[in-house]
């Protein structure tokens, strides 16, 4: 069955040229600062593992990039905030996202990444599973390395994506989806499926759109200056949830972009911050 999102993005993407459905996914073009951003961020992140460099590369699995980053707080009971990379399934770097750490870590909670294999190195599919792989080893190795606390579960971009694909997991107490896509359809006519390859399967079995509610609280951000397809998938995914009466926030943040958005997790007053504490009761 269609489902009212695909019915009312079909109408117009029928209407579009092959550039126009690029250039309605590329956060890249639409940011001309994102090089200066993304520098910026890695920089303050090479700065960061080398001040915490207790707990990084951690292994969870055999392929390269099944490595875990944690920042273990004080208190090993503390909530930890798992947060996964984005870059379209197919690029970036846990280590490069390090200093969102600073947010949660200034409130005693703990912070952990995992890598995750890149596309076309293996399917989408194959991505979601490592991270559930990685969600297991935290489950049953997190306790030895510093978290034992209740796990919130976050992801910007394709790494909100996956956040919502790893709600489920029993590990999870509570997830974060930010700047998410969150139906997968369109993208097979985009520049992103020359790597992705996504199958008819894929896009019905691995679209949070799709797929049943899992109610668990799930906060879904995005910025206000964001691509219109992402916004509008945030915005149908919170309302999907609520006609389930599955609890959790829509955030849009004013005047924020793909990836100023960050900005609002990595402070410790920051918006993203104060909503990721908000997800658990106060202790």
Not at 100 to 108: F, I, K, M, N, T
Not at 181 to 206: I, M, Q, S
């Amino acid at each position: 069955m269609t489902t009212p999102h695909l019915r009312g993005l079909c109408a117009e993407w029928g209407r579009m040229s092959r550039a126009e459905r690029d250039r309605a996914y590329d956060n890249s073009a639409a940011v001309p600062e994102s090089p200066a951003l993304n520098e910026a961020r890695i920089a303050a992140s090479r700065e960061f593992r080398a001040r915490h460099a207790a707990g990084l590369d951690l292994r969870y699995g055999p392929r390269e990039r099944n490595l875990w980053d944690i920042y273990a707080a004080e208190d090993p009971n503390a909530p930890c905030l798992v947060f996964i990379h984005g870059g379209y399934w197919q690029r970036n770097r846990r280590e490069d996202f390090a200093c969102l750490a600073e947010g949660v870590r200034a409130h005693g909670w703990s912070c952990a990444l995992p890598g995750y294999t890149l596309a076309p190195e293996i399917t989408l599919a194959d991505i979601v599973a490592e991270i559930h792989q990685a969600l297991d080893w935290l489950a049953g190795h997190g306790a030895a390395h510093g978290v034992a606390g209740p796990v919130v579960l976050s992801g910007w971009s394709a790494g909100g994506h996956l956040a919502a694909m790893g709600l489920r997991h029993p590990r999870v107490t509570a997830g974060f989806a930010i700047s998410g896509v969150f139906e997968l359809g369109p993208l097979r006519d985009t520049y992103l499926n020359e790597k992705l390859r996504l199958t008819d399967e894929e896009a019905a079995t691995l679209s949070p759109l799709r797929l049943p509610v899992v109610n668990k609280p799930l906060a879904i951000a995005y910025g206000t200056r964001e691509l219109a397809a992402l916004v509008t998938d945030s915005r149908d995914l919170h309302a999907l949830r609520a006609a389930s009466h599955a609890p959790g926030p829509l955030l849009p943040v004013a005047g924020a972009d793909h990836f100023t958005i960050l900005d609002q997790l990595r402070r410790p007053d920051g918006e993203l911050t104060r909503a990721t504490l908000g997800l658990l009761p106060q202790r």
